[in-house]
């Protein structure tokens, strides 16, 4: 069984599915006993874009004292926006005006954002990382899509292998909000690249063709994929407005409405694929049901709103807290998630 984690793409919601981990890691410490517990000790492979990319880095960014071992704990991941997201989007009013509001121009300097990376990654490695993991990005020059991926920057050297800051820059440079990224191989190559979120806001599929090629061809009854989504409302476009926009009009929106669908089909299709071959248990999509107070903006880092993103995350992770539960259970004990459904549904008739 391979044991799959997921995150979405979404700016600042990151928090959200940051904070469902957070809950994931503590009730993995309660029932293992070992305080010390990390999400990379029980997933076998990680995919994230954008946000969902950044925090797949650091929850596998490996300890100084002992390489084997996660550095940082889910608390820590989700703390770079809780903490810092008003340093990644602080714009000053000149800026504002002079990029149009990200018309004209990115609306952030990324040097904070850069700052930060470089205190949590430094020169760590792709093929550093603690485990596989796949990381999307755009390439604007090849007009491809860029994966990141651990394992193969092991097998394929420098070529394939990246800083670890450098790819967090790379799927994080959503269009309008951050210059585009330009990073180099270890190798020496040079890549332009944007925000995976432009075609895989939702890195799950990506995850699950990439496992069944890398890891020895499991099929969807092998796999146990977990999803976290950074929310499924979204901002409404009446018709009356939209019927009439042009070209600047349209930059904002398509993008929201880009990101949204790609993570929309994603799901769909998965979970179409897993529930084919009745197989509809090992496959995880957690998303919150209401936002709350939060902004469903993804670059509103108003101390108000990451209070409220933290709150809807961990609203979320108690009312998902029974599939977090089934999830320790097939993290821990290596259950078949059909026979864990099966041997519940028993348990409870009974």
Not at 2 to 15: A, N, P, Y
Not at 205 to 226: I, T
Not at 239 to 262: C, F, L, N, Q, S
Request: proline share 4%; hydrophobic share 40%.
């Amino acid at each position: 069984m391979k044991r799959i984690l997921s995150i979405d793409g979404g700016g600042i919601r990151g928090i959200i599915p940051g904070q469902v981990l957070v809950a994931l890691e503590e009730k993995l410490q309660h029932r293992s006993g070992n305080s010390d517990a990390r999400l990379a000790d029980y997933f076998d492979f990680f995919a994230g874009t954008s946000t969902g990319g950044i925090l797949t880095c650091i929850s596998l960014c490996p300890s100084e004292l002992d390489p084997t071992k996660a550095r940082f704990s889910a608390q820590e991941a989700v703390d770079l926006y809780v903490h810092y997201g008003k340093d990644i989007f602080d714009v000053t009013l000149w800026q504002q005006l002079q990029s149009g509001f990200g018309t004209f121009d990115e609306k952030y300097n990324a040097s904070a954002l850069e700052e930060l990376l470089e205190r949590y990654f430094g020169e760590l490695r792709l093929s550093q990382l603690l485990k596989p993991c796949l990381i999307p990005a755009y390439d604007t020059e090849r007009r491809a899509a860029h994966f990141f991926a651990q394992h193969d920057s092991n097998k394929l050297g420098a070529g394939a292998d990246f800083l670890v800051r450098d790819v967090c820059r790379a799927t994080s440079a959503a269009p309008t909000y951050f210059e585009t990224a330009m990073v180099r191989s270890c190798s020496g190559v040079p890549y332009s690249l944007v925000d995976g979120g432009v075609f895989a806001n939702n890195p799950a599929l990506c995850a699950y063709s990439e496992v069944r090629n890398a890891m020895g061809n499991p099929s969807a009854k092998d796999m146990f994929l977990v999803s976290l989504g950074t929310g499924s409302m979204h901002t409404p476009y009446d018709y009356t407005e939209a019927k009439d926009w042009g070209a600047i009009g349209w930059i904002r929106p398509v993008i929201d409405i880009m990101m949204a669908g790609a993570s929309e089909t994603t799901d769909y299709h998965l979970s179409k694929m897993f529930s084919a071959g009745g197989n509809e248990a090992n496959y995880v999509r957690i998303q919150p049901a209401w936002m709350g107070n939060a902004s469903l903006d993804m670059d509103n880092a108003t101390a108000a709103n990451i209070q409220a993103l933290v709150e809807v995350g961990v609203e979320t992770a108690q009312n998902c807290a029974a599939e977090l539960d089934r999830i320790v259970d097939v993290l821990l004990a290596g259950t078949d998630p059909v026979e864990y459904e099966v041997l519940q549904q028993t348990t409870a008739a009974g």
